[in-house]
């Protein structure tokens, strides 16, 4: 018997992305149902279903080596099959949830190849920060540079040098304290208490009442809610040294702790309503939503402590140079102070894929960020039409137009790009660039 499911549905229940099991679906390694079970070749709105044992059994092979993800013509290294997933999101590539990241055997197998310990390299779409992490690594300098603030807090806090034990005193000294202050909250106790039971209902209320996004009103229980405006204004009020990392544990927090499925974390549609259960397609139960926010604000102190310091362990003497700005006309003079950029290693948007500021708009709403959504390159809400695709193809050039005068003469650049609709011929000429080498892979 089939059992279909979404696309989301899928990805989650098989640890992959909605975009590797579309590139299953196209490259013909399971098949397109609708939700009455029949095969189709075209499927009607949020009709597409898949079938979970068909997609396991596919899945299955490849891990066993007897299937491809895709038949020839693609490069035997660059699946990284069977790359175990805590490989694919080592050490701080998983600080905080991003969508549409590459994974860092794939910037290594590259650097590795084309460029040396002292070079500098660029990332014009920095995203996460993948490449300036592994570019560390392997002792090579790195500028990135993307257009989404919280993309590069996200990499500011990833990269940052820290004194592993004082981070780590100050994440339990956060988390503690927020348990106390939503314990008294709930059950006022003044005794047992670091805190006065007034003065934490007087708080809490000051807080709600500051609070005017109605976002974050909408999608959270009281109780998450009002432990994550407690943590910040910890974050705002005490002499914490590494706010930047604490900020950026409270919205990954955050983001478990909003009232969605289970089955649904990337692209929730509604809230679901505090504390009444719904049937959860992912563990095929009925599920509660989340109503509290310090069991996650625990899971992810412990977490974030042992990546950071892993990565202490790992990281050389290189510099990193996280940006923020428009890849087409920022100033790297500054940075640079003479020198010249070594090569690119980046994934560009693709088109009309990913909103990019939009998968952090938690957070945009926790710290009130500045967004600059109309000067991304590609976004999802612009579609995929010839006029996004014309867009796209003149903010890719433009990007590759402005950075070539930071580069040394034939620089490599290596793109890392879905071209579903064949565009980078174009770009490349409407740079001044030529396409030496094309490499294929399969989306593992
Ligand atoms: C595919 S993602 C890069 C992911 C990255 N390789 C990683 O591993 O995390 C593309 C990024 O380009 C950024 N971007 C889009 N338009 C931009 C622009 N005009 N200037 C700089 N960055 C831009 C988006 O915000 C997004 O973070």
Same mark, same amino acid.
């Given at each position: 018997?089939?059992?279909?499911?979404?696309?989301?549905?899928?990805?989650?229940?098989?640890?992959?992305?909605?975009?590797?099991?579309?590139?299953?679906?196209?490259?013909?390694?399971?098949?397109?149902?609708?939700?009455?079970?029949? &095969?189709?070749?075209?499927?009607?709105?949020?009709?597409?279903?898949?079938?979970? %044992?068909?997609?396991?059994?596919?899945?299955?092979?490849?891990?066993?080596?007897?299937?491809? %993800?895709? =038949?020839?013509?693609?490069?035997?290294?660059?699946?990284?099959?069977?790359?175990?997933?805590?490989?694919?999101?080592?050490?701080?590539?998983?600080? %905080?949830?991003?969508?549409?990241?590459?994974?860092?055997?794939? &910037?290594?197998?590259?650097?590795?190849?084309?460029?040396?310990?002292?070079?500098?390299?660029?990332?014009?779409?920095?995203?996460?920060?993948?490449?300036?992490?592994?570019?560390?690594?392997?002792?090579?300098?790195?500028?990135?540079?993307?257009?989404?603030?919280?993309?590069?807090?996200?990499?500011?806090?990833?990269?940052?040098?820290?004194?592993?034990?004082?981070?780590?005193?100050?994440?339990?000294?956060?988390?503690?304290?927020?348990?106390?202050?939503?314990?008294?909250?709930?059950?006022?106790?003044?005794?047992?208490?670091?805190?006065?039971?007034?003065?934490?209902?007087?708080?809490?209320?000051?807080?709600?009442?500051?609070?005017?996004?109605?976002?974050?009103?909408?999608?959270?229980?009281?109780?998450?809610?009002?432990?994550?405006?407690?943590?910040?204004?910890?974050?705002?009020?005490?002499?914490?040294?590494?706010?930047?990392?604490?900020?950026?544990?409270?919205?990954?927090?955050?983001?478990?702790?909003?009232?969605?499925?289970?089955?649904?974390?990337?692209?929730?549609?509604?809230?679901?309503?505090?504390?009444?259960?719904?049937?959860?397609?992912?563990?095929?139960?009925?599920?509660?939503?989340?109503?509290?926010?310090?069991?996650?604000?625990?899971?992810?102190?412990?977490?974030?402590?042992?990546?950071?310091?892993?990565?202490?362990?790992?990281?050389?003497?290189?510099?990193?140079?996280?940006?923020?700005?428009?890849?087409?006309?920022?100033?790297?003079?500054?940075?640079?102070?003479?020198?010249?950029?070594?090569?690119?290693?980046?994934?560009?948007?693709? &088109?009309?894929?990913?909103?990019?500021?939009?998968?952090?708009?938690?957070?945009?709403?926790?710290?009130?960020?500045?967004?600059?959504?109309?000067?991304?390159?590609?976004?999802?809400?612009?579609?995929?039409?010839?006029?996004?695709?014309?867009?796209?193809?003149?903010?890719?050039?433009?990007?590759?137009? =402005?950075?070539?005068?930071?580069?040394?003469?034939?620089?490599?650049?290596?793109?890392?790009?879905?071209?579903?609709?064949?565009?980078?011929?174009?770009?490349?000429?409407?740079?001044?660039?030529?396409?030496?080498?094309?490499? %294929?892979?399969?989306?593992?």
């Amino acid at each position: 018997m089939k059992h279909l499911v979404t696309l989301q549905e899928a990805a989650d229940a098989v640890n992959k992305t909605v975009h590797n099991i579309r590139d299953y679906i196209q490259r013909g390694r399971i098949a397109k149902y609708n939700p009455q079970g029949e &095969v189709i070749t075209r499927a009607k709105n949020g009709e597409l279903r898949v079938d979970l %044992h068909e997609l396991r059994a596919f899945l299955n092979l490849v891990a066993q080596g007897d299937e491809n %993800h895709h =038949h020839d013509g693609l490069h035997a290294e660059l699946g990284f099959y069977g790359l175990a997933e805590r490989e694919r999101t080592k050490h701080v590539h998983r600080l %905080h949830p991003y969508l549409g990241k590459f994974i860092p055997q794939l &910037v290594e197998w590259f650097l590795s190849r084309y460029f040396q310990p002292g070079d500098i390299l660029l990332d014009p779409f920095m995203g996460s920060g993948t490449m300036l992490i592994q570019a560390n690594e392997m002792g090579m300098h790195a500028i990135g540079v993307d257009i989404s603030e919280f993309c590069y807090r996200i990499v500011c806090a990833k990269t940052q040098q820290y004194d592993v034990e004082k981070a780590r005193q100050e994440i339990l000294r956060a988390e503690r304290l927020t348990r106390e202050f939503s314990r008294n909250w709930q059950y006022p106790s003044p005794q047992l208490s670091l805190f006065d039971a007034d003065n934490v209902h007087t708080l809490a209320n000051q807080l709600l009442e500051q609070c005017h996004s109605d976002y974050m009103k909408t999608w959270f229980a009281p109780r998450a809610l009002v432990e994550i405006l407690y943590y910040r204004h910890l974050i705002e009020t005490d002499t914490f040294v590494y706010k930047d990392l604490l900020n950026i544990l409270l919205s990954r927090a955050m983001r478990s702790s909003r009232l969605v499925p289970h089955y649904d974390l990337a692209t929730p549609k509604q809230p679901l309503p505090v504390g009444v259960e719904y049937w959860c397609r992912k563990h095929n139960r009925m599920c509660l939503p989340i109503d509290n926010c310090i069991t996650k604000i625990h899971a992810y102190s412990q977490d974030t402590v042992r990546r950071i310091a892993t990565f202490n362990q790992l990281r050389t003497s290189a510099q990193i140079y996280p940006l923020h700005g428009d890849s087409r006309t920022i100033d790297l003079t500054p940075i640079l102070q003479g020198r010249k950029i070594t090569g690119i290693f980046s994934s560009p948007p693709y &088109v009309g894929q990913i909103d990019y500021h939009d998968q952090h708009n938690y957070a945009y709403e926790l710290f009130n960020i500045p967004r600059n959504d109309d000067l991304e390159i590609g976004p999802k809400s612009n579609g995929k039409s010839k006029r996004a695709q014309q867009a796209y193809i003149d903010g890719i050039s433009g990007v590759l137009r =402005h950075m070539k005068q930071y580069l040394i003469d034939d620089a490599n650049i290596f793109l890392v790009a879905n071209d579903a609709f064949g565009l980078y011929p174009q770009i490349a000429q409407a740079s001044g660039l030529k396409i030496v080498e094309e490499f %294929h892979r399969a989306v593992t």
